[in-house]
Nanobody, 120 residues
């Protein structure tokens, strides 16, 4: 099994930037879809961005401001620019499939979340 760990959250002023990271607890050969979600107080968790292979997709509310990427170690990043107060939330990463050697495992893994607060 694999565990996910987010990092990089914090307090930032409106218009500022942050970069979140989502690291796996073990080395794997490949990952399928890794996504970012967020949950603001009193609201349901919502989709933010995802990366699958070389393809990315974004929620309308963040498109053009956020960028999702992945490195060779399968750590996934979310670069957030032009942050707004409404971006304040706990951000979670989510993985649906990974391959270690010749064995691929499907599931629904979530990290513990990292708090992003946008405020002056």
């Amino acid at each position: 099994q694999v565990q996910l760990a987010e990092s990089g959250g914090g307090l930032v002023q409106p218009g500022g930037s942050l970069r979140l990271s989502c690291a796996l607890s073990r080395r794997v050969f490949s990952i399928n879809r890794m996504a970012w979600y967020r949950q603001a107080p009193g609201k349901e968790r919502e989709f933010v961005a995802a990366i699958r292979g070389g393809r990315t997709n974004y929620a309308d509310s963040v498109r053009g401001r956020f960028t999702v990427s992945r490195d060779s170690e399968n750590t996934v990043y979310l670069a957030m620019n032009s942050l707004k107060p409404e971006d304040t939330a706990v951000y979670y990463c989510n993985l649906d499939n990974y391959c270690a050697g010749s064995i691929c495992t499907s599931g629904d893994w979530w990290g513990q979340g990292t708090q992003v607060t946008v405020s002056s």
